[in-house]
T-cell receptor, first 114, second 116 residues
Framework: QKEVEQDPGPLSVPEGAIVSLNCTYSNSAFQYFMWYRQYSRKGPELLMY????GNKEDGRFTAQVDKSSKYISLFIRDSQPSDSATYLC??????????????FGQGTTLQVKP | DTAVSQTPKYLVTQMGNDKSIKCEQN?????MYWYKQDSKKFLKIMFSYNNKELIINETVPNRFSPKSPDKAHLNLHINSLELGDSAVYFC???????????????FGPGTRLTVL
């Protein structure tokens, strides 16, 4: 079993839909949770970052972390064709043992159709 | 002005050859990383250097040898290339080797390696 599980999709939605992307994890030491967006043939870029539990909102994007369930989500409101990309969740531990090592989910490929 | 750059962008080579990929960052970061992304988009860390010191060395065949000549550069040399080495290799950098915003990693555009 992988430390971080993410449904690879693909996920296809009409423009304007609300998109929900999710990851589950097994390591309770994870404290930092990130969502990266990767366009085709490009490098991943950081989209959202959350520390510990709670919600964080940035424009049309909302990241949620539920540490009790070991579950994180990314919501995209009013999705646009330009949101079509692969979304990767990533996590790391906190503390002196932290080397910055990120554990990634497999990524979910999203297509938003006009 | 590219923050993290990699060369070459594409690399096609025969099995058994030796090749190198180069990475440079102009962000003034202390930490650099190499990742491998397979055909299913799964991104896995291989190595990390902090101030030219190796701090992450995952279970990677010893045919892969990273080298950091200075904080701004991290190269990856691969000996005796195998079919299974075909993947996209990403370089990344962060201000420091930690979680939190200081550890935010910035990725390069990737090097697509194809071994024939």
């Amino acid at each position: 079993q992988k430390e971080v599980e993410q449904d690879p999709g693909p996920l296809s939605v009409p423009e304007g839909a609300i998109v929900s992307l999710n990851c589950t994890y097994s390591n309770s030491a994870f404290q930092y949770f990130m969502w990266y967006r990767q366009y085709s043939r490009k490098g991943p870029e950081l989209l959202m970052y959350t520390y510990s539990s709670g919600n964080k909102e940035d424009g049309r994007f909302t990241a949620q972390v539920d540490k009790s369930s070991k579950y994180i989500s990314l919501f995209i409101r009013d999705s646009q064709p330009s949101d079509s990309a692969t979304y990767l969740c990533a996590m790391s531990v906190h503390g002196s043992s932290n080397t910055g090592k990120l554990i990634f989910g497999q990524g979910t490929t999203l297509q938003v159709k006009p | 002005d590219t923050a993290v750059s990699q060369t070459p962008k594409y690399l096609v080579t025969q099995m058994g050859n030796d090749k190198s990929i180069k990475c440079e960052q102009n962000l003034g970061h202390d930490t650099m990383y190499w990742y491998k992304q397979d055909s299913k988009k799964f991104l896995k860390i291989m190595f990390s250097y902090n101030n030219k010191e190796l701090i992450i060395n995952e279970t990677v065949p010893n045919r892969f040898s990273p080298k950091s000549p200075d904080k701004a550069h991290l190269n990856l040399h691969i000996n005796s290339l195998e079919l299974g080495d075909s993947a996209v290799y990403f370089c990344a950098s962060s201000r420091r080797a930690s979680g939190g915003t200081g550890g935010t990693q910035y990725f390069g555009p990737g090097t697509r390696l194809t071994v024939l």
